[in-house]
Every structure is written in structure tokens, then in C-alpha cells.
């Protein structure tokens, strides 16, 4: 039996909760103004003259309304975001109404040319919350090389779940095969991740993946720690967003001896639709590189062309690049996997 060394003294679930505390700050409100700039701070009032925020830096605003492009209250007091040209005082909610005033009394008509009062389509912009589930199922015939040579049936899902300004995001695959009574691909893997939006385009991230692979002699791979994201673009139409941070590397194989190392990961994830619809290119990338004094350098990407077909179904050719700087003794650093995936999206 090959002698273990010692796990490193942080592991990767300690940052993994260690990252909790990241993203535990103070959500504010924030008001943009007509010139693109962005305060941040408390509104204590908002009608249809003025707006006043409190800031941690300049004390009390007093904004005139036609200087202000929208504003969003924080999540905790309201959770919407309101136009520019909304008279909705500070109390007022999603569904138009005003808890302000009495029961039973009638609301005044809206006015068409005052515009929209209230966005709330959950992925319309970074800076709204929602509350939805959202997910995606792929079935796949595949074509690898490298340490795995055979063609075989492929299973991957993608489920995020949003609750105002917190969101569940769970990724992963399965290859399980046999040829002639024969184990021939035993290899899975998954990716979580919470995340919690600020009152900006940032927010931060908690996250730990786990991955396994008999014939490249990984028994599990354990991977995570906090992180730091920016969401560049966030719509039906596009999606784009990049993050980092610190991360801790525990590799237990079968017969090799153990890795553990401490270093840095990032990831990218886009999307965007295109010819109306009709087409939606993606690429997601994950790296990890340590930063002690092991020679370990990770690079996953999945590069696709989505094709929408009608109910809900998709389908999908799909290039995936694996490398690993410091595999086990005698398995190849490079799998590369060519997919034609057929999926339900919801």
C-alpha cells in the first residue's frame, strides 16, 4: 500500500464555509442617474420630484427626479426595482399596490405615458431579484480520447434554483459504461455553487466540486473555497459572467500517491442567442492553478453550438477539453470528448 502524506490544513470544505462570510454584507439600494453614475446607500423617500439617499459617504441626497434613470430598493425592504418616471412612493410593491394606503380604497388608473412602474422579469438585468427554477437534462452519444477510447452514452443536467438575491447553482455528468460484461467508463463529476448578488453588477460565491474517474486512477477529486463574481451581461439574450478566488485541491487516487495542494481558480460561463433565436453558442471554462510548491495546473472547457427545437427541447454539439498537468502515473494529461446531445430545458 503507497504511503499517504498528510492533508493539507485547509481543506477545501473549510473555505467553502469560510466563504459564507463573503457575501454576508449589507445589500443597500442603489440609484442610477441619467449620466450613468451609481449611489449606493438607503432611500428614505421617493416620489415623483425627488429622491433622498442616505450614503455612508456624503450623508443625505436630495436627487431631483428627472436626474434619476431608476432606482432599486433594498431587497430586504421591497425587492424591486422602480423606473425613473414611477410615482410609486417607497412603499410600493411588485403587483402596483401601496401597503400605505387603507384597505378597501381605490387605486388611481396608471398612466400609460408615465411608462412602466415596475421590472420584474428575473433575468432581465443582474440588478433585479427573482424567484424561479430553472434547469436542463442532456442525453449524449460521445466520442473520447484519450484515457478513455470508446464511444458511449453520456448524461449531464444544469439546475439553478433563485430566491431573491440568493441562488443555488448545481452542474454535472455521468459516463457509465460496459462492453461485453466489461466496466469500460466509470467517471462523474458535479459543481455547486451559492452565490449572493450585491446591489451592483458583483457577487460573491461559495463553491465545491467533486469528481471521479476509475480509469485515470482518481478515487475523488475534492475541490472549492470562496469566490468573487461579476455579471458583464445578464438577459434571455446573452449571458456572461467571470469569477475567482482562493481554492483548496485534494486529489485521492486509486494507486497513485495523493495530491493536495492550495492555489487559485476561476471560471466563465456565456451564452448568447442568435439568428432569433434560432441558435445559441456557448463556453464554459474552469481552471485552477496551485500556488505552493506543487506542479498542478487544471483546465476543463465545454464549447457548443445549441440548437432550440420546439417544447422545450434542445439539441446540441458539444467539444469538451480536459487537462491535467499532474495526472496519475501512467494516464494521459489530456481527454478530449466530441458530443452530439439531445436535452429538455425548463
Known sequence: ??????????????????????????VGAEVVLVN??????????ADQDTVVLETDYVGTLTIERNKVQSLRRDPVQAGTEVSAHSDA????????????????SAQPPADDSAGPT???????????PGNNLTGRVDFALSDDKGNTDKN???????????RGWNRLTSLGALEFDTNDGEKTTDKWSTYNQYSRLFPSRWYGAAWFALKHDRFADLRLRTL????????????????????????????D????????????????????????????????????????????????SWTGLRVPLASGFTGAVEFEYDYDSNPAVATKTTDTTLRLKLGYQW
Open 118 to 128: 415596475v421590472t420584474t422579469s428575473a433575468r432581465s438585468s443582474p440588478f433585479t
Open 152 to 162: 458511449e452514452i453520456d448524461v449531464d443536467y444544469q439546475v439553478e434554483y433563485r
Open 89 to 104: 412612493g417607497p412603499g410600493a410593491v411588485a403587483d402596483g399596490s401601496n401597503p400605505n394606503q387603507p384597505q378597501g
Open 253 to 300: 487516487f486509486y494507486d497513485h500517491v495523493d495530491q493536495d495542494s492550495l492555489g487559485m481558480a476561476w471560471s466563465l460561463h456565456y451564452d448568447q442567442l442568435l439568428w432569433q433565436g434560432s441558435l445559441q453558442p456557448y463556453h464554459r471554462q474552469f481552471g485552477y492553478v496551485a500556488l505552493d510548491d506543487k506542479d498542478k495546473f487544471l483546465w476543463q
Open 36 to 45: 450613468g453614475d451609481r449611489l449606493s446607500g438607503r432611500i428614505l423617500q
Open 224 to 251: 472549492g473555497g470562496p469566490a468573487i463574481g461579476y455579471l458583464a451581461v445578464e438577459s434571455e439574450a446573452m449571458n456572461l459572467s467571470i469569477e475567482a478566488g482562493p481554492a483548496a485541491l485534494q486529489d
Open 1 to 26: 500500500m503507497t504511503a499517504r502524506p498528510p492533508r493539507a490544513a485547509v481543506s477545501a470544505s473549510t473555505l467553502f464555509f469560510l466563504g459564507l462570510s463573503w457575501f454576508q454584507a449589507a
